[in-house]
T-cell receptor
């Protein structure tokens, strides 16, 4: 089945540095990808929608200058947390909808990456 | 806007007990409904889904029926195992796979 990968799976960085997280669709092309943030023992909160070849769409309250999203190809979206601070520590998860023609589009599900745990010290 | 409500956790059961996790939703139109499972330290995996009223999704012994009249999609399993310990998320999307909304999640712990 369709697979979405993320890299790295975990990262520790110092306050003030920037961290880049990659999200790849491994065997299909994704013109749209989604980025979520999950705090401990809480649900996923949609941060932004990543669109290939155009600007990302951010949810209300998400700082676009802090969470830079680049969707440069049909299989790769990146999330860069700029000038990270301890409050940015979280589990970041990306997802992509299945491609047309896969036979799954009638269910409109999402394929999720395994997540990236970011710890800012 | 659309929303999903789940029963509060954590839920602790003994092995082979019956499981029910309630999920209700508020949505316009005809959403698709999902249950996702998240094992410790991992991302989300689709457990089961239903796309229209009265559809029953099932997988690995879990079942949920899309009830439009009660706007519910309760998750059930007849006999849980220790390996079922995880966090379960009820979710919905609109007809075009957009506007994915998750419930708060229910943590299940199954004791041997």
């Amino acid at each position: 089945g369709a697979v979405v990968s993320q890299h790295p799976s975990w990262v520790i960085c110092k306050s003030g540095t920037s961290v880049k997280i990659e999200c790849r669709s491994l065997d299909f092309q994704a013109t749209t990808m989604f980025w979520y943030r999950q705090f401990p023992k809480q649900s996923l909160m949609l941060m932004a929608t990543s669109n290939e070849g155009s600007k990302a769409t951010y949810e209300q309250g998400v700082e676009k200058d802090k969470f830079l999203i680049n969707h440069a190809s049909l299989t790769l979206s990146t999330l860069t947390v700029t000038s990270a601070h301890p409050e940015d520590s979280s589990f970041y998860i990306c997802s992509a909808p299945p491609p047309a023609g896969r036979g799954l589009t009638d269910s409109y599900e999402q394929y999720f990456g395994p997540g990236t745990r970011l710890t800012v010290t | 806007g659309n929303s999903v409500t789940q029963m509060e956790g954590p839920v602790t059961l003994s092995e082979e007990a019956f499981l029910t996790i309630n999920c209700t939703y508020t949505a316009t139109g005809y959403p698709s409904l999902f249950w996702y499972v998240q094992y410790p330290g991992e991302g989300l995996q689709l457990l089961l889904k239903a796309t229209k009223a009265d559809d029953k999704g099932s997988n690995k012994g879990f079942e949920a029926t899309y009830r439009k009249e009660t706007t519910s999609f309760h998750l059930e399993k007849g006999s849980v195992q220790v390996s079922d310990s995880a966090v379960y998320f009820c979710a919905l999307s609109d007809r075009y796979g957009q506007n994915f909304v998750f419930g708060p999640g229910t943590r299940l712990s199954v004791l041997p």
